[in-house]
DNA sequence: CTGAAAGCGCTTACAG
DNA sequence: CTGAAAGCGCTTACAG
């Protein structure tokens, strides 16, 4: 059933049809318009998204970009939050939402360049993989936790510097001198080096020495099968009454990791996370950390997004969402 | 930049390039294929897919139909991890992935024939949703999780009835005699329902009477600041040893009600979940439940249906994912 | 207000 | 082995 179709059971042409369909009402007369739409209605007639995309070199599909990660696209906690508040957007909006996981920038030309993708939501790519940035004039871009200095393209982003000073500065405050921070492989920048570097002023501030290779430690993947994973872990936390962890899943993980070795949390070692997944109030003890709104970011980063589509609008500023501490049971108040 | 522009800067016409783009390479000698590559090769030419779906009729679009749910699209990390399954397997086969969330069929059909989709993994939809399938004639189909008598599509599902029965007459063994089940809202037939069969005929086989307004409790949705929904859980819990809960993330959050309220797990109560979803085991305690292997489903799925789509084959059986008991420290041993 | 015609960028018989 | 031509189902100036 084509355009064609419908303008002969009506008795007027593809071009009136169209233009029914499109909204351009002016140019119909009122009886048209009835008369087609009935005929649609009745028929079911659906159009051609493949030819109009091809004539419109636009084509209402909104591309959005996730780095392939060990665990598995969707695995991550954090991510599946973020799709959320993307999805919902754009279905409200009538878009369409096309998903690949990527390893490098070339797969990405390839989809917007196939399907005249109207734009792009791409999250957690490391700068420095950023190729020449010219290649996407055309096609609108939104980041979401990109750090990198010459991006020209808005970037929707959290206070990580300051939730992660504000997590340190608690675990300081509820007195603990000798603290680390834990994360996963740190690139500069990024989201977990911005919150290093909040740890880092937190300390200073209080006028408590950072010592780089003692204070931080980076972990690949948590194993909780492989003995020198779990031994990193027990000596990085020998001499520390209290660790800021850089995200929610890895906290709870290396939770599991001390208590299965006889630690006994908040009481032994206190931890912080940050990000506040679903999941932080569900685990024992009760993670404190440091809370955003995930799916609000996924939110805004369509909205912003359909709106540089729409309005041809490319100055749309950077935002970040605020950060707050959520006080739960995984830190312990220590007597000085 | 187009295939009549690859064809004039070779010197030939947008026939021979198609075809060697399309490895039609008995149509064109070796030495125009040569060319015709390496122009497309320094030019970064990328067909477009609009214009070639528009011509075959079929876009290697696979699209993912999800239901709405109340918390939200991926906030269910059972439809996450199906989706990682599924994603994995369509990204490697050079698929594309378009995603949405519906109500109704209706949303469906449109997004079948706008973009020439060339087949469907349906998730979780209750049975008498289905519409008239002859709609669908044309398009291969594959369902996941759907219990519906005349279902002529392929359905990937798991032993729901098996597993149940095995979580149930595991909480028997361990001496109980008092147990009920807590679910969402039960449709028949569905995923539920068949669980709750299973959970029915563990207590018959053992002689065991059940009583289905004493023993089974629907819930729609936990709300931890409704003191109206934990009395209902208290109520229900009162009378009773252990409960089968028809999923982890259900069950999960059942413990925390229970445990604000003053139970001690398992020692006041055992509970056995469904699922064996990744957070299970990092609770406390540690849930028993039953496992499934929710990624090898999207991964089944997703394999069955490109067969389906290329093979023209639409003889593909069901297929049933098996489970298996996972005990961890959720149920107690009763003394008889 | 309505329609004829060209064109979007491909593929595919068909002729040579 | 190569090319001319028609066609996929739309939209969009343009003419009337």
Redesign the interface.
Known sequence: MTIRDIANAVGVTPTTVSNVINGNYKKVSQKTIDKVQKVIKET?Y??????R??VKNS?K?IGVIFPKTIE????N?FH??I??GI??VI?AKEY??????IDTYEDM???M????VDGFVILSLIGYQLPKLEKFKDVPVVFIDTYYEELKYINIGSEDYEGEYNAADYLLEMGHESIGFISYHIDYPSVISMRLNGFKDALKNKGIPFNHSNDVLEIEEINFDDAECSNRILDFVKNKTGICVSADILA??IM?VLKDNGYSIPDDISIIGFDNV??S????PKLTTINQDI?EKGNIAAEKLINMIEKKNNKEPNIKIPTNLVIRDSVKKINQ
Chains 1, 2 share one sequence.
């Open positions: 079911g659906i159009p051609n998204k493949n030819a995309a091809l084509s599909i598995g696209f969707m695995q906690p599946s939050q799709l959320t999805e919902k279905s369409y939402l096309m998903i690949k996981s030309y390839q989809l360049q196939n399907w005249s709870i993980e599991e679903y999941l109030k569900l685990v024992n799916i």
